[in-house]
């Protein structure tokens, strides 16, 4: 009999049921917390005391749900508007015109997509930490790689893992390696000639295994770790592209549609990278697109308005899972055991030989960031902690933010806690025990890597 998986959402409600029996065995513990000069909310080294226990029941795990989405409210109203305003930008054609323009403009080149794409988002992700934004991408990517020949792995992979492998190797990321080296009391830009490094090997091995895996597909479809879903969702990806019968006809309206599109992306990246833009103005930037594609299409209030309402409805699964994910923060938090978690981590490192305590602290990052998956809250919670730890084996802080950006960045490429990744799953259709058992070998590669890294490290970067 095969082993059926449950669906995400009961995958992780399972995984809130689970932290909250966790609540009633493991001890309740907290750590004195502080704010910085930026307002941070830190915890002070050494201040772990036990409190009384507040252990998750009934009423707690069928409360994370609102208290989730409440928590990602920012990140779930974001999913929703982006997916209203693909709504108006598909409904007026452009999507499957431009796209039936760019699978014929590649034909023969369709390969390099794909390295250039990655090298692209990966360059966001080490820099701005791209990530929430990559979203409304996976409806750009996917049906174009289904179009040209590949699977939807392969377009959810260049969106996914690009800006992943950026944020894991991250250089410049004012949200990760900033905040996190700012804590660690650590001048900003530390270590950044072995920052580079990291990350142009690390996207190197991204490239290469993405392109891998799509030349598989497209030489032998069956490959494709999708081929079965793929069956069923093709019309839904692909609708009129690529077919000749009732093929959308690429317009001068298009092209116009087209043109505001790419020029409010780049706005959107200037912004992000000049501004500090956040979602709310990324949000911003979509909606107005969307608005300017429909009066341009000729739309009337009334098809845009259901429009908008038709794409909220396609991006509702994704929206409600992230908030779905936080709640097993959210039991975490009120449960009281995260930082007895990471107490007993930092415990039993101390004391270690460095390469073993490097090791181990990339694990613990690991464990940490399953609970946490906001890089700026991991930051915050774990280099108080473990950093002083580092100054006792005379190890430069800097490898503790290496280990600690490591520990978040592939952790968040397979935990279901990651509200970014389950969100485009459900774009994409693919099931997370699909991903997880097709990604985890890249993973274990990824994080022995990582592990060379810090050892390295310990060489290169000296107190």
Not at 140 to 167: E, H, K, N, Q
Not at 242 to 269: D, K, W
Not at 321 to 331: D, E, F, K, Y
Request: a positive charge.
């Amino acid at each position: 009999m095969k082993l059926k998986i449950p669906h995400p959402y009961t995958l992780i409600f399972f995984l809130i049921i689970f932290i909250a029996i966790l609540t009633y065995i493991v001890p309740a513990g907290e750590f004195d917390r502080y704010k910085d000069k930026d307002g941070r909310n830190l915890v002070k080294a050494g201040s772990y005391h036990t409190v009384k226990k507040n252990p998750q029941g009934v009423p707690g795990v069928l409360m994370s749900l609102i208290k989730g989405i409440e928590d990602a409210s920012a990140v779930v109203g974001f999913v929703l508007v982006i997916g209203g305003a693909f709504g108006i930008i598909s409904a007026t054609g452009a999507i499957e015109g431009g796209l039936n323009r760019a699978v014929e403009s590649l034909k023969g080149k369709e390969m390099l997509i794909i390295p250039v794409s990655i090298i692209l988002f990966s360059l966001g992700g080490t820099t701005f930490g791209m990530c929430e934004e990559t979203i409304p991408l996976f409806m750009i990517f996917i049906p174009l790689c289904m179009a040209m020949g590949y699977d939807s792995m392969t377009g959810f992979l260049i969106v996914f893992m690009g800006p992943s492998a950026g944020c894991a190797s991250s250089t410049l990321n004012p949200f990760s390696v900033g905040i996190a080296q700012a804590i660690a009391e650590i001048p900003p830009g530390t270590g950044i000639n072995y920052r580079v490094i990291q990350f142009i090997i690390y996207t190197a091995i991204t490239v290469i295994f993405v392109m891998c895996y799509a030349h598989r597909v497209k030489k032998n479809p069956e490959k494709s770790v999708v081929y079965e879903i793929d069956k069923i969702n093709r019309n839904l990806f692909l609708g009129k592209i690529g077919s000749s019968e009732n093929m959308v006809v690429f317009t001068g309206r298009h092209a116009l549609i087209i043109s505001i599109f790419i020029t409010g992306m780049i706005f959107m990246v200037w912004g992000l990278l000049v501004k500090k833009w956040y979602i709310e103005e990324v949000s911003m930037v979509f909606l107005g697109i969307a608005i300017l594609s429909g009066i341009i299409a000729g739309f009337t209030q009334d098809r845009m308005a259901e429009s908008f309402v038709a794409g909220c409805k396609d991006f509702t699964y994704a929206a409600v899972i992230i908030g779905l994910a936080r709640g097993v923060l959210i039991v975490a938090k009120d449960g009281k055991i995260i930082d007895t978690i990471l107490f007993s981590s930092a415990t039993l490192l101390a004391g270690l030989p460095k390469p073993l305590f490097v090791t181990l602290m990339l694990f613990t990052q690991n464990i940490i960031a399953f609970l946490v998956p906001s890089s700026s809250g991991l930051a915050s919670l774990t280099i108080p902690v473990l950093a002083p730890l580092g100054d006792l084996l005379h190890i430069h802080r800097d490898i503790i933010v290496t280990a600690y950006q490591y520990g978040g960045g592939i952790t968040g490429m397979i935990s279901p806690t990651t509200g970014t990744l389950m969100a485009g799953l459900s774009i994409a259709k693919i099931p997370w025990n699909k991903w997880a058992y097709f990604i985890l070998p890249v993973l274990i590669f990824y994080w022995l890597i990582a592990v060379i890294f810090l050892i390295v490290g310990l060489s290169v970067c000296t107190v």
